[in-house]
């Protein structure tokens, strides 16, 4: 048996927001008042099938409160190599999203890991100080991506640069065409991996020569319980904690990234360019950087015009580490799918990696007919006909298209 035969399989998700702490008060105030601490890890545990589960609210003093909480109760325990074990059954990930702003006022989101509790409360406390309100997510701290990273690395943690395409919050979405800007050549050694968000794949983000190096990782962004696992990576390695995650980011001793999970990066909410004056989403060939409907230049450039814009014309090339990537359309986009639909679908089929990804044709349909059977066995196959999404509007299924009605002719 060779080493990597011996090495188990986890599903992942690195960046799941927190709504509520356990006294009810916002954490994220956009996100579900659902999103609890211990909530999060029961979605995790019995309906995503998620092993590994990033947090990225858990430097703020509510979320630490109820994290200690937790721990003196017994559900919560740490793990000698890093990382918390709730219920000996998910292993929380101790993770910060915070706002940078470079010295020309240009921000972006950056995660924060660390291995242990008392890593991250050392960090909440030096945060008090840059940030304004530190009990709510995603806070902008005033400081640059590398004045974070040197504050980060002295605790004994990591930084990943958040859905680095993003318009508005990013760093290629927003701040740099190459990372070298923004962070020293030291530092962008010490980065293990970069988040590609909902809104692009391996495929598209492979144009960009600065990335070889890089794993990719494919987190949910999840501000609603519905949404964790909608992006997700399958991991190879030994044990579900922090020192095995970071070997597996920093692809030593077989531990890897063997598969990451996404949606239809058209599916996203920035793919492509769109016009803050007319409504219109761009459709001609990228990059677009003014409505082609009314010549405004008042847009809001989408990930894949911004790709094309900084990839120097170059085509997309992975290198030989890349694992594939593979395509999904998460439940909550398949037409017709709605709450009483996927407690059905839960009921029976356990969790949604079963549904989206193993139960037959026949299966589904005689949980929830035929109509939805199909259009999960279409989104599985990559068969549905999409509408790109952008400024801030989700992509969607395009149920008037030709293809899908000639999908729909063959069952
Ligand atoms: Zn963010
Ligand atoms: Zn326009």
Redesign the pocket.
């Known amino acids: 048996m060779n080493k990597n035969q011996q090495q188990n399989q986890y599903f992942v998700d690195l960046h799941v927001h927190i709504g509520r702490d356990n006294n009810d008060l916002p954490v994220k105030i956009t996100a579900s008042r659902k999103l609890t601490f211990a909530n999060i890890a029961k979605e995790c545990l019995n309906r995503k099938g998620i092993d590994i589960v990033g947090i990225v609210d858990c430097a703020s003093p509510r979320v630490i409160e109820d994290i200690g909480t937790l721990m003196r109760s017994g559900e919560m325990r740490e793990l000698k190599d890093g990382g918390l074990r709730y219920r000996d059954t998910v292993t929380v990930i101790l993770e910060s999203e915070i706002e940078t702003r470079e010295k020309n006022g240009r921000l972006s989101h950056q995660i924060a890991f660390f291995p242990y509790f008392a890593d991250i409360r050392e960090f909440s406390k030096k945060m008090k100080g840059v940030v304004t309100n530190l009990n709510l997510s995603s806070q902008n701290s005033g400081i640059t991506a590398q004045e974070f990273f040197n504050i980060v690395n002295g605790l004994g943690g990591i930084v990943i640069p958040a859905h680095i395409f993003t318009p508005h919050k990013s760093v290629y979405g927003s701040c740099v065409a190459h990372l070298n800007e923004m962070f020293t050549p030291a530092t962008i050694k010490k980065i293990p991996a970069v988040e590609l968000g909902l809104s692009a794949d391996t495929f598209l983000a492979d144009h960009l020569e600065d990335l070889g190096d890089f794993t990719f990782l494919t987190n949910s962004d999840a501000h609603s319980l519905p949404k964790i696992a909608r992006e997700y990576n399958v991991i190879s390695m030994e044990e579900p904690t922090f020192k095995e995650l970071l070997m597996a980011l920093r692809r030593e001793s077989d531990r890897r990234v063997i598969t990451n999970y996404g949606l239809d990066p058209k599916l996203g909410k920035y793919h492509r360019t769109y016009?803050e004056?007319?409504n219109?989403m761009a459709s001609g060939f990228p990059p677009v950087f003014q409505?082609e409907?009314?010549g405004?230049k008042k847009v809001t450039r989408g990930v894949l015009d911004r790709i094309i814009e900084i990839s120097d014309g170059r085509d997309t090339i992975s290198p030989a580490h890349r694992p594939p990537y593979c395509h999904q359309v998460a439940l909550d986009f398949v037409p017709g799918v709605g709450k009483k639909t996927l407690d059905k679908l839960f009921g029976y089929f356990g969790t949604e990696m079963n549904i989206l990804h193993k139960a037959s044709y026949q299966e589904i349909s005689q949980v929830v007919g035929f109509k939805i059977a199909k259009d999960i066995i279409a989104a599985r196959e990559g068969k549905l006909s999409l509408l790109a999404g952008g400024g801030g509007k989700y992509g969607r299924v395009d149920r008037e298209s030709e293809d899908n009605k000639v999908f729909d002719s063959l069952f």
């Open positions: 016009c004056e007319c219109n409505c409907k009314c405004s």
